[in-house]
């Protein structure tokens, strides 16, 4: 059934969802983590690089008119506005038109824009498309984790969401490591080195763009628009490939729901479920993206800045103490997020939180005891971020999963933007104001309040948390279309459901 074809306004009854939630861990699913995941590579990149080749954009000679403070403060806030823009605008396309076509897309829209990046020539271009890379980046926030809850099972779910969006790190470290090559004016020119770093992000999406083909659409997407034809056929697919690999038959699927399908949801039915049906779990969103965003923005912003004021560190050796703290931030969600579907999401993300901010106020009375010089207070940063990362990679997760599937990428990106604009775009501009007075004491504030609003959070968690670990997203949240199957009536249901076949 294409697109054209589909029908709205029936009502089916389907193991679709079961179906995913039972399947064990298989090559195909290795595909998934690849195919959705290594953008946030390309994000890790993106954002270390301008952070850390600030004072070499700043120079003369670099080919841009452009102020150090502009790097660190208006284009990181431009970057994050566009991100938050974008996520408004093509989570809610997400939702209408597919998981699929949106994270196609918007991986076209990043790539353009790196790759423009590439050939700034004047400040203006330069922050027109830190805007519009940002712009991508936002529709891939809200298409990728839909896409990712949607096609991983329920028992992997935690652990691969935190891990998908721990890989951003993954991309800091290269980041960090490219910029060493870019400063070095014994290997490249100044006016040529940046721009061959933003040209290499762009290469590397057209890769991913490439790879991305072979990722299916959401069937739990297409089952509610009226395409269960599809999702049927994707499904058995799906089972065929993961039952070969095994070489045993897979079980019998525990569990069907009825939905009546429909083409989409009105404004006024998102905002309902959002603040009405679930006001708990918004607050609880809410909560966890403020006090990440504004902790992230502000020290991946910089860092670097920090190094090179309070520690005399040369510009070009900046990437090297960054790469430090990046693999720290890899590794939490990495060996935490195993945790976050056995022990629970409620326990795991309060106490990521409490503890990130608890050691980022320890860090912040030892620096301004002046007890710390770069390589401690980076050894400091790892410990902290270590937490911190699996923290913010599950508000991430928990927004994706605690609110109704037709929902799912407007509530993404509706908590993303909002959580990161109060936090993502003050965050830098603040930080880059108190860091830029050189005073130990402004610096210390900045530590002091991104450590408050992580133990806000926290503690937030530790009573809203959904223990929505090991569980269908179906039961986590129940879907807007979901019907009571007494109420299907036997001749819309003309024919009992074979294992796996969705009927109208």
Not at 221 to 238: F, K, P
Request: glycine content about 10%.
């Amino acid at each position: 059934m294409t697109t054209a074809q589909a029908e709205t306004g029936r009502t089916v009854t389907t193991t679709i969802p079961a179906r995913l939630d039972r399947l064990p861990w298989s090559r195909w699913h290795w595909t998934i983590v690849v195919g959705l995941g290594t953008v946030w590579i390309l994000d890790g990149l993106e954002v270390t690089v301008v952070g850390n080749i600030a004072s070499r954009l700043s120079e003369s000679g670099s080919g841009l008119p452009i102020t150090s403070g502009e790097i660190t403060g208006v284009a990181a806030a431009l970057y994050v506005a566009g991100a938050c823009v974008g996520a408004l605008f093509w989570g809610r396309l997400t939702d209408k038109w597919g998981r699929k076509k949106l994270f196609m897309i918007t991986l076209a829209v990043y790539l353009a824009a790196t790759a423009l990046t590439a050939v700034s020539f004047s400040s203006w271009w330069f922050f027109t498309f830190r805007f519009l890379t940002g712009f991508g980046i936002g529709g891939e926030y809200a298409a990728i984790n839909s896409a990712i809850d949607e096609l991983i099972p329920a028992n992997y779910r935690g652990r691969v969401d935190l891990i998908i969006n721990g890989s951003f790190w993954l991309g800091a470290v290269g980041g960090s490591l490219l910029s060493i090559v870019a400063l070095n004016t014994d290997l490249l020119p100044k006016d040529v080195g940046w721009r061959l770093t933003f040209a290499l992000g762009a290469v590397l999406a057209l890769v991913i763009l490439l790879v991305r083909r072979h990722v299916p659409e959401s069937p739990r997407w297409l089952l509610i628009h009226g395409r269960d034809q599809e999702a049927e056929e994707i499904v058995t697919s799906i089972e065929e490939r993961v039952e070969t690999e095994k070489g045993r038959a897979l079980d019998r699927p525990e569990g069907e729901i009825t939905i009546h399908q429909r083409r989409s949801v009105s404004f006024v039915e998102i905002a309902r479920t959002l603040f009405a049906d679930y006001r708990r779990r918004s607050i609880l969103g809410f909560s966890l993206f403020i006090g990440q965003a504004f902790l992230y923005n502000a020290i991946t912003f910089g860092f670097g800045a920090i190094l090179t004021t309070f520690f005399d560190v040369p510009t070009g050796d900046t990437g090297y103490y960054f790469a430090v703290i990046a693999v720290g931030n890899f590794c939490g969600p990495l060996l935490l997020g195993k945790l976050f579907d056995t022990v629970g999401r409620r326990v795991m993300i309060s106490g990521t939180y409490l503890l990130s901010g608890l050691l980022l106020f320890g860090t912040a009375w030892l620096f301004d005891r002046g007890s710390l010089n770069a390589t401690t207070m980076t050894a400091c940063w790892c410990v902290v971020l270590f937490f911190a990362s699996a923290g913010a990679s599950s508000a991430y997760l928990t927004v994706s999963e605690v609110f109704p599937m037709e929902t799912r990428a407007m509530s993404i990106a509706f908590f993303y933007a909002l959580g990161t604009a109060a936090g993502g775009i003050s965050g830098p501009l603040l930080f880059a104001d108190l860091t830029g007075t050189g005073k130990v004491g402004d610096t210390v504030l900045a530590f002091q309040i991104g450590a408050a609003l992580m133990c806000a959070a926290g503690l937030v968690a530790a009573f809203l948390a959904v223990r929505a670990e090991r569980r269908s997203l179906e039961d986590i949240a129940k879907p807007l279309t979901a019907a009571a199957a007494s109420a299907v009536s036997s001749r819309t249901r003309s024919r009992r459901e074979q294992p796996g076949t969705a009927t109208a």
